[in-house]
């Protein structure tokens, strides 16, 4: 046989686009090295859709292709039951007086701020996993109090402080070896409750912080955070109210943004109109200071990782103790309000980063998954034989439908096959990023309680389903009245892990028969505050498209918005559209889940008779 002659041109290797790393995605969507790097590091590596959309609003930033670096921080922060209790103390604390324990969430700070390039993201995570044994976990970090009228703070008994301070230098020396200098925290270890307060605030501070136990469950995570470094030495506002410019000097405003002012510049403002710079698009103007609200700076900063590093299974330490002998952090006149612990040293520069703490509660609310009848339209007469047994006939269709009247399947479709695996994606997703989930409710109708069934498989959990007819959308896309939904002991017949003794909020008796925009969005803002009200810990929520915006709008201090955005907005949020809510320092706010979104293209359907 003849030998095949070498190829003088062989096609060179390619590389699988399910291979693809983010950056190598961005590369090939024609985005420079640069900037891809910087918008996969604002963006915390949490994938391409992220990091293009930041591109996207970045594009007059006038940062966007200068070598600046970001600024990252490592902290020990307290999840749990002591860190809403923090976080209340925070809010309380606020409404006295704003110190600089209100511009952060609160932590031990590990590693001070330092710099590294945007391509070394990944790096400093990895370096980060690599210094913790999970094997090894310790099983709290115990406290005590201290309390002097320039000070008030936690700190770190002495049987965890060597642990946590050989965290730091590990750390430390990790990002020595990647060429990064950073300087480890070796002095004492503490949580800063508040500092610099006006003296006459002292009794009262002082009342609220001898309220806080300790004893009560508690566990500690590493959390790496970044920040632009356009923030150093800025107070961080949120825009409450949206501002289109009639200068042209002048910063648009969108609300939920995040406005970077320069210290001092508030004060100094003689026309209410100050300059500073969008955390949404990078660009810098004017606005009107009344606008916007000062808020904390680590609401603007990005996650980077959170890894757990006690395992407290009790939850309970030993009550705090005063320690009148300890001595408070050194202060001086000159020192930044703005310091993370009301420490300001020359190795810990003032600093700050962009994504929201993730001690505080959080609601997660999801849209179902995909539905039968919107995918095949009137399925049910070409699904059910005569004798009233079901026949799959597409693979996209379920492979088995409750039992219950055939046409109560009109207004209740239940999910294909295809919106299942999105929801036990979502579900896998929400367990890879460390999601802790509480408690879960779902609107009554079967879409939705299929959904939640299987994004509580992906998360391994077995916490039963709370059915809230509440949830259930605008009614006035139901002219013919609420569907005939599946009772609980149906539900509970056809396998689905409901929670049978729970007394919905807003009984479907009660659901009114015709109802407009506004009372939609009334009855689902009176929902979600009695759900927040009645439970304890993180909320899963799965609805309707609309009830991403119906359950946060006012929430968050929105508006009600006029029916027709209501019907617009609901059209573009697409199956398995996820959404969180955070509680910060001034409430509730949103935020972008911590895992990618699900696309997938439009799949029709084959014809083999083409063949022939």
Known sequence: ?????????????????????????????????????????????????????????????????????????????????????????????????????????????????????????????????????????SDNIELETYISPNFMGLFVKEVNTEWLKNIAICYANKLSSLGISAEPQIKSLHLTLAYQFPSNLYQQLRL???????VCPTNWELRLYSRDSRLQNAHVHKVTHPHMPREHDELELRVGDYIYIPEG?????????????????????????????????????TLHSTIQITDNKSGILKKEEISPTRKPPILLSSDSIDSPDGVATATEPIEASEAPPSSSRQIFICRHGERVDFTFGAWIRYCFESNGSYVR???????????????????????????????????????????????????????????LAHILKGL??????????????????????????????????????????YNPIVKAKDLPLKENAAQYYERSY?????????????????????????????????????????????QRVPYLACLTAREGL??????PPPFPPITHTSNTRFDWKVLL
């Open 1 to 137: 046989m003849a030998t095949l002659p070498p190829r003088k041109n062989p096609t060179p290797t390619k590389i699988l686009k399910q291979h693809l790393t983010p950056l190598q995605t961005l590369l090939q969507l024609g985005f420079p090295k640069h900037r891809a790097e910087k918008a996969l590091a604002a963006t915390g590596h949490r994938g391409v859709q992220l990091a293009s959309d930041w591109l996207v609003a970045h594009v007059r930033d006038p940062t966007l292709d200068s070598d600046t670096h970001r600024q990252y921080v490592l902290y020990a922060c307290p999840t749990g039951e002591l860190a809403e209790q923090l976080m209340r103390f925070w809010s309380e604390s606020k409404e006295l007086v704003w110190n600089g324990t209100h511009n952060y969430v609160p932590h031990i700070t590990l590693v001070s701020f330092f710099k590294a390039p945007d391509e070394s993201t990944e790096e400093l995570v990895n370096a980060l996993e690599s210094i913790v044994n999970q094997d090894e976990l």
């Open 208 to 214: 609220m912080v001898e309220k806080l136990t300790l």
């Open 265 to 301: 510049a508030c004060s100094l403002s003689t026309d209410g109109w100050v300059e500073g710079v969008s955390w949404l698009t990078g660009i810098s103007g004017h606005l009107p200071l009344n606008h916007t609200k000062r808020t904390a700076e680590s609401d603007s900063w």
């Open 393 to 451: 006939r597409d693979l996209n269709m379920p492979k088995e439908i409750p039992s219950r009247n055939i046409q109560d399947f009109r207004n209740d479709s239940p999910l294909t096959t295809v919106g299942e695996v999105q929801a036990s994606l979502v579900g896998e997703a929400m367990k890879s990023s460390s999601i802790k989930i509480d408690v879960a409710f779902t609107s009554p109708s079967l879409r939705c309680i299929q959904t």
């Open 460 to 501: 391994d959990l077995n916490i039963p389903m709370k059915i809230e007819p509440g949830l259930i959308e605008w009614l006035a896309w139901y002219p013919n009245g609420v569907p005939v939904w599946m009772t609980s002991e149906e539900l509970i017949k056809a396998g689905f892990n409901v929670d049978k003794s």
């Open 526 to 570: 009176e929902l979600i505050k009695q759900i927040i009200e009645n439970t304890v810990g993180n909320i899963l929520i799965v609805a309707h498209a609309a009830s991403l915006a119906a359950c946060t709008r006012q929430l968050t201090g929105g508006k009600v918005p006029p029916a027709s955005e209501v019907t617009r907005l609901a």
């Open 586 to 591: 001034d409430g509730w706010q949103l935020h």
